[in-house]
């Protein structure tokens, strides 16, 4: 029986070829490769390899070597037929049926792929030619250099209509196949036949093997939607296909990193500034399918976010969509980029050095599903800890694997125990609970540092709350001088913040000056400016080990990843505070006079605090995640 190689295909690209074999081989994580004791021959030492992200296996002392369908054939006793149709059950798909008219649709592909391939090398030369300067300017202009160009093999689909229909007419290639490609489309008027792309850059979508399957189109005059891809084809489906994953495979496998940002410009931009193995699925939320396809080139692929709202939320939802398929040694981690930025943009703006930063502060999956519920959470009593944590079992019950499941189940217990001050398990207090870095660090490996976590509010109740107001304004603008990024990402709060201690005040409205002046300053830069204005004597009593020991994320050497959430949670629980004491003194005040002036001040602070809105932890600067560099 003969099987269409796209069927074939498809099998290799749903089966996770490790697992299949680590259900009869004990596989063990080396570097990009598992490995294990041979099942073809008796051995001692490993010599079988098994290679994801090339798809085969390979035994360097007997020499046996395969893909999926091949270990099966030879482990199992099967023939090729029995075990595409094995793997194909696993898989969930339906075998084809060998047919007159399966064998036709398959050489229908094959001619789909020459005419999409055409389509491309015409596309490449518009983009050159007298009509593609508009193009052309656009791309340059975005900083895209010639030989860049050419290997992404980028496009221009000019504005004259009929243009491309014209010029594959020409070639002998009928407007059936032009529509089945997705390069034509049928108004549904009933008009004539439409280009699919029109005064667009064009920008090649291959298949895993590097073979032409779509195109993605970026407008340069006034269009309904600014970026176009290609309609659903027999080749093409965007919701399994990852841009540029044929050039990343070779870059995961040397480097083991893996990059999945937003769009067709942020991997060429990164690709080009020396990330190559960079991905983006098209323009739509990443899928599970997608995430297999990840997971096939590298263990933890990274997501790098837009600085948005709306890219916070892109990896909330990819966090959910990964849980399911987590098994040991295979995550996602989060590069949280900088408000208003895009890995574009960074670049450009401040160099592969400030991406390389963002990489490396990645947050786990972990820590950004923390994140994802807490966020906007008014914790502060313990039934809305208590609906915390409800929200964290209910998502980690959908991970699969069970030995991945008990470790997140213990990782967010310690989260409590850290942020609450108790173990949300037993209700017991924890001796010391409360403080960041407090309490047992349980299942954090050698060099692993543990994940951010907020710190309480309760801490320190033995102090006067003269005194505790004093420690969250020295805690406020400790950790902002030690990491100028909180000050250029939160220069309106600092502003706006009333603090009670005189020195503090005239340092922050020095901190706020100096930023809106020169926003780059690093910390040491900062420092000097401020002992040069006459704040040596502040500075010595905010940057000490006494401040550092207390509160440990204040350090300069603590990861911003780490600093961000305890930060804006210490500015949420100032202005909370702050709110109480404004709603006490409007209550004196009316006392004192009845008259309708103190009455409305009275009424606002009272809807103040009573709708939360100071109370709000605010993680809106959760998306800046950049150590090491000024939003």
Same mark, same amino acid.
């Given at each position: 029986m003969t099987f269409p190689p796209q069927f074939l295909d498809e099998i290799r690209a749903r089966i996770v070829l490790a697992d299949l074999i680590g259900r009869r081989v004990k596989l063990k994580k080396r570097g990009r490769e598992h490995e294990g004791l041979c099942p073809f021959h008796t051995e001692k030492t490993p010599s079988f390899t098994v290679s994801e992200d090339k798809g085969f296996y390979h035994c360097f002392g007997c020499g046996a070597h395969g893909d999926a369908?091949?270990?099966?054939?030879?482990?199992?006793?099967?023939s090729f037929p029995e075990a595409v149709e094995k793997l194909a059950g696993e898989a969930g798909l339906p075998v084809p049926q060998s047919s007159?008219?399966?064998r036709a649709a398959a050489r229908r592909r094959t001619d789909l792929g020459e005419v999409l391939e055409l389509a491309c090398a015409w596309f490449e030369t518009q983009l050159s030619g007298p009509g593609g300067e508009t193009a052309l300017s656009y791309l340059t202009g975005r900083g895209v250099r010639s030989e860049t160009i050419a290997q992404f093999r980028l496009g221009f689909a000019p504005g004259r209509r009929g243009s491309l229909q014209k010029a594959l007419n020409a070639?002998?290639?009928?407007?059936?196949l032009l529509v089945e490609a997705g390069l034509l489309k049928r108004p549904e008027d009933g008009g004539p036949l439409r280009d699919y792309f029109f005064d667009r850059v064009v920008f090649p979508i291959a298949d895993r093997r590097g073979r032409?399957?779509?195109?993605?189109?970026?407008?340069?005059?006034?269009?309904?939607?600014?970026?176009?891809?290609?309609?659903?084809?027999?080749?093409?489906?965007?919701?399994?296909?990852?841009?540029?994953? @044929?050039?990343? *495979? #070779? $870059?995961?496998?040397?480097?083991?990193?893996? &990059?999945?940002?937003?769009?067709?410009?942020?991997?060429?931009?990164?690709?080009?500034?020396?990330?190559?193995?960079?991905?983006?699925?098209?323009?739509?939320?990443?899928?599970?399918?997608?995430?297999?396809?990840?997971?096939?080139l590298a263990a933890e692929p990274v997501l790098c976010l837009d600085g948005d709202a709306a890219g916070r939320r892109a990896g909330f939802r990819a966090a959910l969509t990964a849980l399911p398929g987590l098994a040991p040694g295979r995550s996602l981690g989060f590069a949280l980029l900088p408000a208003g930025e895009d890995p574009d943009s960074l670049l450009a703006g401040r160099g592969p050095e400030a991406l390389r930063r963002a990489l490396d502060a990645a947050l786990g999956l972990s820590d950004l599903l923390w994140l994802m519920e807490v966020e906007g959470r008014n914790l502060a009593t313990p039934?809305?800890? @208590?609906?915390? *944590? #409800? $929200?964290?079992?209910?998502?980690?019950?959908? &991970?699969r694997d069970p030995d991945?499941?008990?470790?997140?189940?213990?990782?967010?217990?310690?989260?409590?125990e850290t942020a609450f001050g108790y173990n949300p398990v037993t209700g017991r207090r924890v001796h010391g609970g409360g403080r960041a870095g407090a309490g047992p660090r349980r299942g954090l490996g050698p060099g692993r540092r543990p994940p951010p976590a907020l710190v309480p509010v309760g801490r320190g109740l033995r102090q006067s709350p003269g005194e505790l107001r004093h420690r969250r304004e020295q805690v406020l603008l400790a950790a902002a001088i030690n990491h100028p990024e909180l000050l250029a990402e939160h220069a309106e709060d600092l502003a706006g913040l009333e603090l009670a201690d005189t020195g503090l005040r005239r340092l922050a409205g020095a901190l706020v000056d100096l930023v809106a002046g020169?926003?780059?300053?690093?910390?040491?830069?900062?420092?000097?400016?401020?002992?040069?204005?006459?704040?040596?004597?502040?500075?010595d009593g905010l940057l000490n080990r006494r401040v550092y020991e207390t509160w440990s994320f204040v350090k300069p050497e603590t990861p911003l990843a780490e600093v961000r959430p305890n930060w804006v949670h210490f500015l949420a629980l100032h202005r909370e505070r702050q709110a109480e004491l404004d709603a006490a003194r409007a209550v004196r005040d009316l006392a004192e006079d009845l008259s309708e002036g103190p009455l409305a001040r009275f009424q606002a602070r009272q809807r103040s605090v009573q709708g939360g809105e100071s109370r709000r932890v605010e993680f809106d600067a959760l998306k800046t995640v950049e150590p090491g560099e000024s939003s």
């Open positions: 369908i091949g270990f099966v054939m030879r482990g199992e006793g099967l007159p008219e399966e070639k002998g290639i009928g407007d059936d032409v399957v779509a195109f993605g189109g970026r407008a340069l005059g006034e269009a309904k939607a600014k970026y176009l891809n290609s309609p659903d084809t027999p080749l093409f489906h965007k919701g399994r296909v990852l841009y540029n994953l @044929a050039r990343a *495979r #070779q $870059a995961a496998h040397d480097t083991g990193e893996l &990059i999945v940002a937003e769009g067709y410009m942020d991997v060429i931009a990164m690709s080009q500034a020396g990330f190559p193995g960079a991905v983006a699925p098209l323009g739509t939320a990443i899928t599970e399918r997608q995430i297999v396809e990840l997971w096939r039934e809305r800890q @208590a609906g915390l *944590r #409800q $929200a964290l079992k209910k998502n980690i019950a959908e &991970i991945v499941q008990a470790a997140y189940r213990q990782a967010m217990e310690q989260r409590f020169t926003p780059d300053l690093d910390s040491e830069a900062l420092k000097r400016h401020l002992c040069e204005q006459g704040f040596s004597k502040v500075l």
